[in-house]
């Protein structure tokens, strides 16, 4: 059993590791992959889903640091945005809920 105080330190962590990602990505896109990379274990170990803020900023695929308009491009459309990595060209299909947006 994973306690909740556990999982609350771990989505901080998370947080941190994700505020850390942005801002090292300009001069060093490779610490903020592996931020991603750290991220991910974090979540794993807990057993938690990635927060939906950061859908966003991280590939699905290669587990790279996204932003967009740098190596992501993001497409609208109507009930969905396509989100391209480009570091190796996935795309994925992001539904977005319209209540929440
Ligand atoms: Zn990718």
């Not at 909740?4 to 590791?17: D, M, S, W």
């Not at 938690?48 to 992501?72: D, Q, S, W």
């Amino acid at each position: 059993m994973i306690s909740k105080k556990i999982k609350e330190i771990a989505k901080e962590r998370i947080e941190i590791l994700f505020d850390l990602a942005e801002k090292e990505f300009d001069e060093h896109p490779e610490r903020s992959n592996r931020y991603v990379r750290i991220a991910r274990k974090i979540l794993m170990k807990v057993q938690e889903k990635m927060p939906k803020k950061y859908v966003f900023n991280y590939c699905k695929k290669c587990h790279h640091y996204l932003k967009v308009g740098k190596n992501a491009t993001i497409r609208k459309k109507k009930n969905f945005v396509n989100l391209t990595c480009k570091d190796c060209n996935f795309t994925r299909k992001i539904y977005v809920n319209k209540k929440n947006n």
